[in-house]
């Protein structure tokens, strides 16, 4: 797999470290699990046969190359993007709406990995007025972006993300309190194969308290005991070394606004590629596959797709 200009690729170490970690424990496994993802694709007659087979090795990095579990998450992946078009519709990188969106918060995958081969994603709030903020649009900005990583990730070991929230108001907070962040939030666990290892949040005003325990409430427990709030910026470093961080963070990277210039043409240069995406999704399983598809739907169920 080519490495992408903004997503470098753990070092032969950490690389090694990774393996390990997602039991991608001999040199043919990939080839041979994507192998049979493709043919069990092919056998399910609701699923799209017009999908970009470059996300499958990271639905099974995902999961640990538990195949069952790729499966179940590639399945609740494309109902998503049939049931859920608030997200997966109209993604248009050149729209007003997701340039407000952008604006509006800035999410920025950091070039290097950690030191145990995860990626590490900065989401800054940013000072804009609260009736430009458009949670829905903030959020299928924010798929759009992880839909970018799927075809351009390497093999990593999870996701580290970092929120600053220096510029949250109570107005945009409240704009996020109800079923949109819940319906992302299971999105995010139940349908993308990302493996969430930590969650950080930095510069919260002591009102946003309320709001992140609101969205504890919506995590797994084993998530929820990987979030932290930092009382100092200081004290990030010691979950995410300074070769990692932007320099407004202290850290050695490039700085956020070098960063925000190569997302922002990264995103806009997806945009014939998002919309020849718009039609693949799952479509209604037939009487014969229903019972077996089932089991997929439940993990959906609570996000209101019906």
Request: proline share 5%; glycine share 4%; charged share 25%.
């Amino acid at each position: 797999m080519r490495e992408s200009r903004l997503l470098l690729s753990p070092t032969a170490e950490e690389a090694r470290l990774v393996r390990k970690e997602i039991n991608n424990n001999y040199s043919t496994k990939q080839q041979e699990y994507v192998q049979q993802l493709r043919e069990w694709m092919h056998a399910q007659p609701h699923l799209p046969r017009n999908y970009d087979d470059r996300i499958l090795p990271r639905f099974l990095a995902g999961t640990k190359y538990d195949l069952h579990r790729a499966k179940r998450k590639i399945d609740n992946y494309f109902v998503a993007r049939a049931k859920i078009p608030e997200f997966f519709g109209q993604r248009d990188p050149t729209s007003k709406e997701i340039q407000q969106a952008w604006a509006a918060m800035t999410v920025l995958p950091l070039p290097r990995t950690r030191r145990d081969g995860s990626r590490v994603t900065l989401h800054i709030l940013n000072d804009v007025y609260a009736y430009t903020h458009v949670a829905q649009d903030v959020y299928k900005m924010i798929f759009m972006m992880a839909d970018i990583r799927m075809v351009e990730e390497p093999e990593i070991s999870g996701d580290v993300f970092v929120f600053d929230l220096k510029n949250l108001g109570l107005a945009v907070m409240l704009k996020h309190a109800g079923t949109m962040l819940k319906k992302a939030l299971g999105l995010a666990q139940n349908a993308y194969p990302q493996r969430l290892k930590e969650i950080h949040v930095i510069n919260a005003h002591p009102f946003v308290n309320r709001g992140i325990n609101l969205i504890r409430s919506f995590l797994n427990e084993k998530m929820r005991n990987r979030f932290v709030v930092h009382s100092s910026p200081e004290s990030l470093h010691q979950y995410v070394p300074a070769d990692v961080l932007p320099a407004e963070y202290d850290g050695s990277c490039r700085t956020v606004p070098q960063l925000r210039d190569q997302w922002s043409k990264a995103l806009e240069s997806y945009a014939l590629y998002f919309q020849q995406q718009e039609g693949v999704k799952a479509s209604a399983p037939s009487a014969k596959t229903a019972k077996t598809h089932a089991s997929n739907q439940a993990a959906l169920r609570g996000l209101a797709l019906d």
